[in-house]
């Protein structure tokens, strides 16, 4: 366990490394972001003085070693826009996003089991076959067009759910809703496939001999052995909900990560878009390491090396 737990901490490091790097030099693609920030009628001492300040004057790959030296000492610099510690903002923005992730996550499972579960044992009936629809327009439909629509549908002709913010619950549900469609989709017809496999299984069939109630052949032998690729699917999930809720966040004003980072790429702020960036892959590599966990202790044949 303890070589397993070395394994993944070098691999988490790298890939943080990896990340950081590609996202420097991407962003830096975009141009010097000095005009951005200088009024009108700067003048040219005003710009260079600016320039100089941040750091921009200097060659790329000058700038490119400061950064990692300051990243190493957990200093991401200050925001472009704010003036304020990048990292900490960014620290400030992450509960609400997970918040909506986990939601989201909670929300999906919560309906893409029963769909699953209910599409196999009635495989190839009107059941199925509603149940297969629903999977495929959910992943068909994207994020940001599936948020509008609801907004349309619940808070503009019914007006019983706020169209934004945050803040309360009840805030919660529609950006939830609309980032758990397309996980829903994907754990349904994944549960539909898993539970048709298991239910084919000797042990299903001795089960049924025993007259045990269908019920109790779905949930209690059927669906626990599913459970086990689910949990990891949904694991690595978390991580697409995460940065999906990037779009979600804007369309329904969500006070979380990622509208901070949709604001910090338009105005150029580099610095707030890759503390967004390291913290929402630093977490993505936690979660996977622990599901790699919950893996081996759902699973005992599974040995972790």
Same mark, same amino acid.
């Given at each position: 366990?303890?070589?397993?737990?070395?394994?993944?901490?070098?691999?988490?490091?790298?890939?943080?490394?990896?990340?950081?790097?590609?996202?420097?030099?991407?962003?830096?693609?975009?141009?010097?972001?000095?005009?951005?920030?200088?009024?009108?009628?700067?003048?040219?001492?005003?710009?260079?003085?600016?320039?100089?300040?941040?750091?921009?004057?200097?060659?790329?790959?000058?700038?490119?070693?400061?950064?990692?030296?300051?990243?190493?000492?957990?200093?991401? *610099?200050? $925001?472009?826009? &704010?003036?304020?510690?990048?990292? #900490?903002?960014?620290? @400030?923005?992450?509960? %609400?996003? =997970?918040?909506?992730?986990?939601?989201?996550?909670?929300?999906?499972?919560?309906?893409?089991?029963?769909?699953?579960?209910?599409?196999?044992?009635?495989?190839?009936?009107?059941?199925?076959?509603?149940?297969?629809?629903?999977?495929?327009?959910?992943?068909?439909?994207?994020?940001?067009?599936?948020?509008?629509?609801?907004?349309?549908?619940?808070?503009?002709?019914?007006?019983?759910?706020?169209?934004?913010? *945050?803040? $309360?619950?009840? &805030?919660?549900?529609?950006?939830? #809703?609309?980032?758990? @469609?397309?996980?829903? %989709?994907? =754990?349904?017809?994944?549960?539909?496939?898993?539970?048709?496999?298991?239910?084919?299984?000797?042990?299903?069939?001795?089960?049924?001999?025993?007259?045990?109630?269908?019920?109790?052949?779905?949930?209690?032998?059927?669906?626990?052995?599913?459970?086990?690729?689910?949990?990891?699917?949904?694991?690595?999930?978390?991580?697409?909900?995460?940065?999906?809720?990037?779009?979600?966040?804007?369309?329904?004003?969500?006070?979380?990560?990622?509208?901070?980072?949709?604001?910090?790429?338009?105005?150029?702020?580099?610095?707030?878009?890759?503390?967004?960036?390291?913290?929402?892959?630093?977490?993505?590599?936690?979660?996977?390491?622990?599901?790699?966990?919950?893996?081996?202790?759902?699973?005992?044949?599974?040995?972790?090396?």
């Amino acid at each position: 366990m303890l070589g397993y737990i070395l394994k993944r901490g070098v691999q988490t490091l790298v890939v943080l490394f990896l990340t950081i790097t590609l996202v420097f030099f991407i962003i830096r693609l975009s141009g010097d972001p000095t005009y951005l920030y200088m009024p009108d009628d700067a003048t040219d001492e005003m710009v260079e003085e600016f320039r100089e300040q941040m750091g921009f004057d200097r060659p790329l790959y000058i700038q490119y070693g400061s950064f990692l030296v300051d990243v190493v000492q957990g200093d991401f *610099g200050d $925001s472009l826009m &704010h003036r304020e510690d990048a990292l #900490a903002m960014v620290v @400030a923005k992450i509960p %609400a996003t =997970f918040q909506l992730a986990f939601a989201a996550l909670f929300m999906a499972i919560a309906v893409a089991i029963p769909l699953g579960v209910i599409s196999a044992y009635k495989q190839n009936t009107i059941y199925d076959r509603i149940g297969t629809g629903v999977t495929v327009l959910g992943q068909a439909i994207p994020g940001f067009w599936l948020g509008l629509l609801l907004i349309l549908v619940f808070s503009v002709t019914f007006k019983i759910l706020p169209s934004g913010g *945050g803040g $309360s619950v009840i &805030h919660l549900i529609l950006p939830a #809703a609309a980032l758990a @469609a397309h996980s829903a %989709a994907r =754990f349904a017809r994944f549960t539909r496939s898993t539970m048709l496999d298991v239910l084919r299984k000797d042990y299903i069939r001795t089960v049924k001999s025993t007259g045990a109630p269908m019920v109790t052949i779905l949930y209690k032998y059927a669906l626990k052995n599913t459970l086990i690729p689910i949990i990891t699917i949904a694991a690595l999930d978390l991580g697409v909900l995460l940065g999906g809720a990037v779009i979600i966040e804007s369309v329904f004003s969500w006070p979380g990560l990622g509208q901070l980072l949709l604001k910090a790429l338009m105005g150029r702020d580099f610095p707030v878009v890759i503390a967004g960036v390291f913290f929402i892959a630093l977490s993505i590599s936690i979660i996977n390491f622990f599901t790699d966990i919950l893996y081996g202790l759902v699973n005992p044949q599974v040995r972790l090396k």
